[in-house]
């Protein structure tokens, strides 16, 4: 994997973690969200926050390391009454942060439901940050290609148990969140859509600049409006039981041509 050694070198993180480790949330469900926006808040957004069984890991890009301060705000999440010194707080930096990320994912491919239900949720956190800041996309270069070598090795059925459901595209969603779809299940499970029965896996796409119908293909090279007057055009593309294609040459035999509707909106 290739790395930008501009984003290496202000790569940080803090790791919050309950005292003697117990399996116990560091923050309720429900806060945790917030806790993540008001770092971004406050931090800007190269923020992104991993949750496992032991607790709490804080990723950031910045050029100063500001432990203490996030440290300090996780208290205003947490309840009163939860208040206590039963915290440990670890800090590392630079190529140390994406090691110690690599090997929350290989720990995790130990235990198989676990790691499937946190690969699932890590996805869903990719997806919401639609791979639109650096570090984002940092960290999922780093989980795709550690997902791909335990594949590799078979060391996970990664693919087979993820729900297939998952992956199915919503047209009435807007552009970015589909655009954060197809990269956050890429390469397995993938984003896939429906059209006369067969299944269709879109591997690459990007925005387009075409509007029209929710689920209308606007282009013959498959540009195809979604819930927000925008598109995405499609790059590369697999139909079921076939291998992948480029757009080009999918386009050639394909029943999907300009003015189709893809209806399952």
């Known amino acids: 994997m290739s790395l930008d050694t501009s984003l290496i070198n202000k790569?940080?993180?803090?790791?919050i973690r309950n005292k003697g480790f117990k399996r116990k949330a560091v923050l309720p469900i429900d806060?945790?969200?917030?806790?993540?926006?008001y770092l971004k808040l406050t931090l800007g957004e190269n923020v992104f926050v991993v949750k496992t069984a032991l607790g709490l890991d804080i990723i950031y890009l910045s050029e100063v390391e500001r432990t203490a301060y996030i440290h300090q705000a996780l208290y205003l999440f947490k309840p009163l009454?939860?208040?206590?010194?039963?915290?440990?707080?670890?800090?590392?930096?630079?190529?140390?942060v994406l090691k110690d990320f690599g090997n929350i994912v290989k720990t995790l491919s130990k235990h198989p439901q676990l790691f499937?239900?946190?690969?699932?949720?890590?996805?869903?956190?990719?997806?919401?940050?639609?791979?639109?800041?650096?570090?984002?996309?940092?960290?999922?270069?780093?989980?795709?290609?550690?997902?791909?070598?335990?594949i590799k090795v078979g060391n996970i059925p990664y693919a087979s148990k993820i729900e297939k459901s998952e992956g199915e595209i919503q047209w009435n969603d807007n552009a970015e969140s589909i655009i954060g779809k197809i990269n956050g299940l890429y390469p397995s499970p993938g984003a896939f859509f429906i059209f006369k029965d067969e299944r269709y896996k879109i591997l690459k796409a990007e925005l387009g600049t075409k509007s029209g119908e929710v689920g209308e293909v606007m282009t013959s090279d498959?540009?195809?409006?979604?819930?927000?007057?925008?598109?995405?055009?499609?790059?590369?593309?697999?139909?079921?039981?076939?291998?992948?294609?480029?757009?080009?040459?999918?386009?050639?035999?394909?029943?999907?041509t300009k003015g189709s509707r893809i209806t399952n909106v």
Do not use: M
């Open 116 to 150: 499937l239900s946190s690969c699932k949720k890590l996805i869903q956190k990719f997806n919401h940050t639609q791979l639109r800041t650096p570090l984002s996309q940092l960290l999922y270069n780093c989980f795709d290609s550690e997902l791909n070598a335990l």
């Open 11 to 15: 790569l940080q993180s803090v790791r």
């Open 31 to 37: 806060q945790e969200l917030n806790y993540w926006e």
């Open 222 to 256: 498959l540009e195809i409006s979604c819930g927000d007057q925008k598109s995405i055009k499609v790059i590369e593309i697999q139909r079921q039981g076939k291998k992948p294609q480029n757009i080009n040459e999918f386009v050639l035999g394909s029943q999907i």
């Open 81 to 96: 009454l939860n208040i206590d010194t039963g915290i440990t707080v670890k800090s590392l930096s630079n190529e140390d």
